[in-house]
């Protein structure tokens, strides 16, 4: 077992594999490996690129950027792409969203959402400290984060650490009406604070999919018994589900948004936890013990926020629904190949996320099929990474047919190779 580099990769068993592929360069849909050779990013990079790699109007403003300001302390300061921005998440997000608080992951967007949910009840005096999460839920790697996300093999060893929270089952097809029950039964009995979701889409935790009617109906449910309701948009928003976010589909306003990922069309790490006027209000005070307690030290960081400036205009400038529409169709197309194929089970999709499970007795997380997979797609220049049994593919907008011919041709020999 060799140890050849210092470097502890994130979500890696080193022991396992040994061998990091190195990256030199990206362009749209492409990353350049060491060998000179294109990698087609099937998986956006962990979900951030949206109109691609390297785009020039994203990477033009940060060099811009850079030339002028660098960083500020934002306790006290502020500055134009970081008030640019939001103005536009105004424009752009849910009405009733009225105020933006800057971080730099989706973890710890969370981590805000849950500290200002919190802060709210204290602040209005009313003892409500309960979370409410949904089963298979996956919001960071964070304690916090972890705590309101699914139990597992990610985070048995600090399984001490984290806080306890109550579970409403995954509405799975036909089984809608448990989970709403139980959110209905859990509110009503008055010491929640908060229910955190997922909207639509239930990421790492298997690209598990729901109806927009269910969401609606657990948001009503928040609203009757006057339960916090945070939309985790880390993965859907940005256009991911075919519209900009996934609460409008059920036609929705939380009290508190996470964004992140394509924030910045995946130039640069950067975060918000948007929320409304209430929320904000309960803060807002002389008693300065009020103040929201929380920072990071490069809380809005100017290049960051001008990286996302540009990127936001690229959805102004740039046919990107077309392309996103473009994209669902030949994701459609790409999954129907294989709607006999008995290899292959749940196949789904929801916009541009396209997803199916692997029919293998072994599945979960540590399923010996997702390396394997991983492994072989590697060795077509295509970076398609399963989520144990799980197969996906969410490429950045601006793939072409013959992309997603390279993706659904692999997986269509991966299957008579390997299965
Ligand atoms: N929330 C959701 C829904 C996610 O999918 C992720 C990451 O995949 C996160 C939060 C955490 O984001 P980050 O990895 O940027 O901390």
Partial sequence: MSKSSPIWHPFTQHAVLQEMTKITGGSGAYLTKADGEKLLDAIASWWVVTHGHCHPHVIGA???QADKLDQVIFAGHTHEPAERLAQQLLNCTPDDLDYVFFSDSGSTSVEVALKMALGYWHHLGENRQRIIVLE??????????????ERGVFNQPYNPLLFDVAKVPFPSAG???????????????????????????????????????????????????????IADEVMTGWGRTGKLFACEYAQITPDIACYSKGLTGGSLPLAVTMCSSEIYDEHYSTDRSK??????????????????????????????????????EMQAAGLARFKDDDRFTNIRQTGTIAAMDINVKDHGYLSDVGPRLYEF?????????????????????????EDINQIYDAIAEAADELL
């Fill in 62 to 64: 940060i060099k811009e």
């Fill in 136 to 149: 298979n839920s996956y919001h960071g790697d964070t304690i916090g984060t972890m705590s309101v996300g």
């Fill in 175 to 229: 089984n809608e009406q448990a989970t709403i029950d139980e959110l209905e039964k859990l509110c009503a009995q008055g010491d929640v604070a908060a229910f955190i979701v997922e909207p639509l889409v239930l990421g790492a935790g298997g690209m598990l999919m729901y109806s927009a009617e269910t969401l609606r109906a657990l948001y009503e449910i928040c609203k009757k018994h006057n339960t916090l309701f």
């Fill in 291 to 328: 103040t929201f307690f929380h920072s990071s030290s490069y809380t809005a960081n100017p290049i960051a926020c001008a990286a996302a400036v540009a990127n936001l205009e690229i959805w102004e400038n740039e046919p990107v629904y077309e392309r996103i529409e473009k994209l669902i």
């Fill in 377 to 401: 797609f590697k060795s077509k220049n295509l970076l398609l990474r399963p989520l144990g049994n799980t197969l996906y593919s969410m490429p950045p907008y601006c793939v072409t047919q």
